[in-house]
């Protein structure tokens, strides 16, 4: 859905869901998973229904992820670090309800 | 990286923001002396205009052009002024005694300030379309984000749908960093132009003018367009086709991105949970703070300046950041030596000129504001439009009731992307106003925290004798 349109920033290595992702300095942790084509980082508590980040500003909240074992953190507002573990998320089973 | 440890137990001025708005008046307000301290939520300053303006990966100027560029100015401005400038810092709480509750990097602090000034700015208006939840629908917002902060253009078939000065923006950004744009959906109703013709002589003179239909004429050269009175996003567990109807019949395209837009409204969350109150403004379709002439709002000592005061656009929300401040330079340091507010206010007159146009007709057709059906209103807690609709026919009258019977504008985003669509739902339903109906009644905390982030705030000594025996 989304290129890069240069890869001149320093790589930074980060982990979602166990699996290598090359993320760039400036990334936050939703731009890194659009540019790494992940399509989606969460499903809804009530029905299940996947989701992806839909604004990139912080309002709508669907782009919930784990980030380094806390949940529901909002990925658009997070900048990426090396070694950053995220996850995406299962909303039946974590939000805890 | 300033840390929540770092930071004093008050301020004189707390300013909550670092768009335009926001730096224009933490520069100001330092400059003439007054401890300022400026908490935004993001990584860097800029806000929405001049997002990611001191670390952007496009360096090739001509791409997002001139009018972001002088966002540099602003932010070297306020960083030289002596404010304290924290990124990465959300606010929470705000009460009207003005203690700032604000979380950074994992670590909360309540923070007290003699004047607080709110520039959290706007954000993109909902579009409750059918399929608006799929992953590949995303905001042009979203798109002009990635692509200012992290220099990520769209790749795959996209399509644009709706209207509005950003969504042609976004486009022209797009040509011009190498982006296809398969189709604009242009969803702008021809009678607007009746309302609007009214006011084109004023527009004609706005800085808006010019920009505008060059803006149009660039991005139509290499974009079909095609008028849209209805629009669904189609696929089960991703956004596979866009069906549009328009003057020509019903179409099908397929996309893997489709990108909405249907102008800004204010960011009322932290306003209204601070008890500042709103009214709805009928013209821009949103509820609005009501502010006096140097933007204060009717908590006393708390204004609202920039696009969160009502949709204005960025050069204004400087203009408006700057007389907030010299009011609170006034009330704080009467013997501070201050720019000359005159002056200020005619820029900023001059730029409000061509609002009336833009707003009518850019207006959004009632198909795209007022959805039916399984159309998902809440986009939290998944409540349909049928719902909240039938649910106001049985007889509840307002959001904070709704909000009880089907638990819309309960999920994590707190209504930012619900609200404004079940109160037009509930007026059109009981044949009254937005204005009778109102918004949710916010309370704080208007952002998230956990609980480790609350059992972080320090302890003073006052609070320990207390609970001491
Ligand atoms: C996605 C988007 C893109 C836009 N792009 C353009 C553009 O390219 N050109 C243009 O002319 N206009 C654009 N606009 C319109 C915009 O409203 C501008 O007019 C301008 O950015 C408004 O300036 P401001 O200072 O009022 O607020 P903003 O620039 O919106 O800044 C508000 C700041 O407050 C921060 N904030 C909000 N809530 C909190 C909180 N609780 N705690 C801490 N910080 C918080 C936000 O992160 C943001 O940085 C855009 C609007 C949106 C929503
Ligand atoms: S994508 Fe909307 S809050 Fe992050």
Same mark, same amino acid.
């Given at each position: ?97 | ?47 929405? /205009?001049?997002?990611? /303006?001191? =670390?952007?990966?496009?360096?090739? +100027? ?52 003699? &004047?607080?000034? /709110?520039?959290?700015? =706007? ?29 990520? /253009?769209?790749?795959? &078939? ?12 976004? #486009? #022209? ?129 708390? #204004? ?19 007389? #907030? ?21 005619? +820029? ?6 061509? +609002? ?12 795209? &504001? ?8 809440? &986009? ?90």
């Amino acid at each position: 859905m989304f290129k890069r349109l240069a890869d001149s920033s320093p790589a930074i290595a980060i982990t979602v869901d166990g699996k290598q992702v090359t993320a760039r300095a400036g990334d936050t942790v939703a731009a890194a998973l659009l540019a790494a084509g992940i399509d989606h980082c969460r499903t809804t508590p009530v029905t299940g229904a996947p989701r992806a980040p839909y604004c990139l500003m912080g309002v709508c909240f669907d782009c919930l992820v784990t980030v380094d074992g806390v949940g529901s953190r909002q990925g658009c507002l997070i900048p990426v670090r090396e070694g950053m573990k995220v996850e995406t998320q299962l909303g039946r089973r974590e939000a805890g309800r | 990286m300033i840390a929540a440890a770092d930071l004093a137990s008050s301020y004189e001025l707390v300013v909550i923001g670092g768009g335009p708005a926001g730096l224009a008046a933490a520069a100001l307000a330092a400059r003439a002396g007054v401890s300022t301290v400026l908490f935004d939520e993001n990584p860097g300053v800029g806000g929405q /205009i001049y997002r990611a /303006i001191t =670390s952007t990966p496009v360096k090739n +100027r001509a791409i997002l052009g001139e009018d972001y560029w002088d966002g540099a100015a602003l932010a070297d401005e306020a960083k030289a002024s002596g404010a304290l400038i924290v990124n990465g810092a959300t606010v929470w709480s705000l009460d009207r005694q003005r203690l700032v509750g604000v979380s950074i990097g994992g670590k909360a602090r309540v923070i007290e300030a003699s &004047r607080v000034i /709110i520039a959290t700015g =706007s954000q993109e208006r909902p579009f409750p379309i059918p399929g608006w939840t799929l992953p590949g629908v995303m905001t042009a917002g979203a798109a002009q984000t990635a692509l200012k902060a992290q220099g990520l /253009i769209v790749g795959g &078939r996209t399509v644009l749908a709706g209207g509005g000065p950003l969504l042609w923006l976004l #486009a #022209a950004q797009t040509l011009r960093a190498g982006g296809t744009i398969d189709a604009i959906l242009d969803t702008t109703p021809n009678r607007n132009w009746l309302q609007a013709i009214f006011h084109l002589p004023d527009f004609a003179l706005s800085p808006y003018f010019g920009k505008g239909l060059a803006l149009l004429r660039e991005v139509r050269a290499k974009v079909p367009v095609h008028r849209a009175h209805t629009i669904e996003a189609v696929g089960t567990d991703r956004l596979r086709e866009v069906v549009f109807s328009g003057p020509g019949g019903t179409r099908r395209l397929p996309v893997d991105l489709l990108l909405l837009h249907q102008g800004v409204v204010p960011n009322v969350n932290l306003a209204n949970a601070a008890g500042v109150a709103h009214v709805w403004n009928d013209r821009q379709l949103c509820f609005v703070p009501v502010l006096d002439a140097d933007f204060g709002s009717s908590v006393p000592g708390i #204004a609202v300046a920039g696009d969160g005061a009502g949709i204005a656009g960025g050069t204004a929300a400087a203009e408006r950041g700057r007389i #907030a401040a010299i009011a609170a330079v006034r009330a704080l340091k009467p013997e501070a030596v201050v720019p000359d507010t005159q002056a200020i206010r005619q +820029r900023l007159q001059r730029e409000e000129m061509g +609002r009336a146009f833009l707003d009518c007709l850019n207006r959004p057709a009632d198909a795209f &504001r007022l959805p039916e059906g399984d159309t998902i209103a809440c &986009r939290c807690e998944e409540v349909t439009a049928r719902q909240v609709r039938e649910t106001a026919q049985m007889g509840c009258e307002g959001p904070n009731q709704m909000k009880a019977f089907l638990r819309c504008g309960m999920g994590p985003c707190q209504g930012r992307l619900c609200g404004l669509t079940v109160t037009e739902l509930i007026a059109a339903e009981r044949k009254t106003s937005p204005d009778e109906v109102g918004y949710y009644r916010l309370r704080p905390p208007v952002k998230p925290i956990t609980l480790a982030e609350l059992a972080s705030l320090p302890i003073s000594e006052a609070e320990r004798k207390a609970v001491e025996r």
